[in-house]
T-cell receptor
Framework: AQKITQTQPGMFVQEKEAVTLDCTYD???????LFWYKQPSSGEMIFLIY??????QNATEGRYSLNFQKARKSANLVISASQLGDSAMYFC????????????FGTGTRLQVFP | GAGVSQTPSNKVTEKGKYVELRCDPI?????LYWYRQSLGQGPEFLIY????????DSGLPNDRFFAVRPEGSVSTLKIQRTERGDSAVYLC??????????????FGEGSRLTVL
């Protein structure tokens, strides 16, 4: 069975600094996808970044990058130059191979950015 | 609007009552998902539709929960004989067919259900 583990319930970072949010996953599948979503206090889930298991390069989207270490089964999110608006819950999620379309989410990390 | 729309945004009901939650996905999205999010937890998968049919309903907790998508667009999540433990935010998401791209899910803002 697939499983996502986020071991940091909460993280603090000063504005303009970088922060890494940890995510490890467990799967026996060879083909899978990894996602990060942001959930502000408004409740909506906002897609940030995607990494496919066969992608050779780490995914990047603006200030977001995904540190994908396949052998260690980790997919950490790095946010560079943190902004106050980055304060939110962050969820790591995994999708299995083609016949499994649902996303399995971790328990999340609450990030607080302070001035 | 262009996003996923969920109604009602808030629903308060009494234990034992019947509840319907509606989701209007992004136009053209063939896949539709329902998730449940309890306080302090990540979203928990309930059911997934591809078109009109439920492709995976393995997350429905029991037979009090049922969902339909009769015309392949709008979906309704139905909860019978509600219990206090059903209180949560119910999230709906939609996506293009997997082949089109990463299969990113687009979420609505959720329906907060409170069972007294």
């Amino acid at each position: 069975a697939q499983k996502i583990t986020q071991t940091q319930p909460g993280m603090f970072v000063q504005e303009k600094e970088a922060v890494t949010l940890d995510c490890t996953y467990d799967t026996s599948d060879q083909s899978y996808g990894l996602f990060w979503y942001k959930q502000p206090s408004s409740g909506e889930m906002i897609f940030l970044i995607y990494q496919g298991s066969y992608d050779e390069q780490n995914a990047t989207e603006g200030r977001y990058s995904l540190n994908f270490q396949k052998a260690r089964k980790s997919a950490n999110l790095v946010i560079s130059a943190s902004q106050l608006g980055d304060s939110a819950m962050y969820f790591c999620a995994m999708r299995g191979p083609y016949n499994t379309d649902k996303l399995i989410f971790g328990t999340g990390t609450r990030l607080q950015v302070f001035p | 609007g262009a996003g996923v729309s969920q109604t009602p945004s808030n629903k308060v009901t009494e234990k034992g009552k019947y509840v319907e939650l509606r989701c209007d996905p992004i136009s053209g999205h063939t896949a539709l998902y329902w998730y449940r999010q309890s306080l302090g937890q990540g979203p928990e998968f309930l059911i997934y539709f591809q078109g009109t049919g439920a492709a995976d309903d393995s997350g429905l907790p029991n037979d009090r929960f049922f969902a339909v998508r009769p015309e392949g667009s709008v979906s309704t999540l139905k909860i019978q004989r509600t219990e206090r433990g059903d209180s949560a935010v119910y999230l709906c998401a939609s996506s293009f067919d997997r082949d089109a791209n990463t299969g990113e899910l687009f979420f609505g803002e959720g329906s907060r259900l409170t069972v007294l």
